[in-house]
């Protein structure tokens, strides 16, 4: 049932390029190098025909944010009747697609602002990972760079009134699914080369959270990151053993909230932002150093839900899904300066470029703000002209914006 269509491939990335780095301008995952959603590129944030390189019109219905790796751009899509889940590459010059290759599978409940393909997909430079769910089981699947399927592995059933939505990381030569669902939880990591199953540990479960994790670095070692509803977790990415751990504890009668946007590094902070559809919000920092993690500050004020926040120099930006822009001190959060952007909703994660922050409105409106704690300094907005609830990402002096119905590319001409 699998089906590929082809045109000639674009560049082919070389085979020594290991899995926990990248070529300085890729956006290989979901939010770009390490999740962090910064790039330091130069790229006008303020776009609009003038800068308007291609635009390509993506078959059926999805959020899945765009990745980029040399001159390719990959993202998921499906059908809007269910019956496929895709994924598409895209040749980042020209706008053309050049290869999809089609997952049968049948539509599953979502809510009203997601799709069953809102999971980004994640590339070393040799493959592309993905997970699809056929709205009844989840599977991440490996593929070549012409499309090809090298490696189906099942992760078994999903339950969420959300449906799904997770993104896979990569660490050396490991795929790392945070496979987080109501009732159940556990992260997983596969061979990236054969699908086979590394490790997988278990997780206190309670509400599906979609939080895709990092990585930090230090003393020398790197540790995964991962936060839902239950805790916020240190993990020996080779092993997925736990290295440390802060449990979430919410008051009696408090609904627990999810954690959609993914966990950020602040300097030695941790932080994590919840929430859910009636309202409420909760954002932790954490201190993971020591003998024992602890929490250095918190709010229910204001914070972000669905969009990710952004650290710059010592301050977290975020853009609330009420369309509310915020700066606060990251070692305090202290609020710097509060500030109404949109009048819509907001479901995609902002983006840090060269100390520019850009966000989206669901509406497509843009609006573009230096990252200063001091005021929000606004540029003239601009505007895709469609929905976004998809992430922007940034690669090779280009802005990559998926929309409803098309892939927007954005830059200079003389690029």
Known sequence: MNTRFRLPTALIVTASLLATTTIAADWPRFRGPNGAGTSTEKVSLQFSEKELLWKTAIPGVGHSSPVIVGKNVYLQTAAKDGSTRSLLCVNAETGKITWSTNIPGHQGKTH?????????????????????????????????????????????????????????????GLVIVNFDQDGAARLV?????????????????????YSTPILLERDGKTELIVGTTTSIDGYEPDTGKVKWSYPIKWESGEMPLRAVAGPVMAGDLVLLAMGDGGGSRYMVAVNPTGTKPAKVWDTKKDSTYVPCPLIHEGYVYWVNDSGLAICAEAKTGKVQWSERVFSKGVSASPILVNGVILAIAEDGKAIAFKASPKE????????????????????????????????????SKAS
């Not at 040799?126 to 699809?132: K, P, Q, S, T």
């Not at 990591?189 to 959270?209: F, N, P, V, Y």
């Open 112 to 172: 009203k602002k997601n799709t069953t393909a809102s999971g980004t997909p994640a590339c070393d430079g040799e493959r592309v990972f993905a997970g699809f769910w056929d709205g009844e089981k989840v599977s991440v699947l490996g593929f070549d760079l012409e499309g090809k399927i090298l490696w189906t592995t099942e992760l078994g059933t999903y339950a969420s009134q959300h449906g799904f939505g997770h993104s896979p990381i990569i660490y050396g």
């Open 189 to 209: 990591a596969l061979d990236a080369k054969t699908g086979k199953e590394k490790w997988s540990t278990k997780r206190e479960a309670h509400r599906a959270s």
């Open 376 to 411: 929000i300094d606004r540029l003239p907005p601009s505007s895709v002209g469609e929905a976004v609830f998809a992430s922007p990402a940034v690669a090779n002096g280009r802005l990559f914006i998926r929309g409803a119905s098309y892939l927007f590319c954005y830059g």
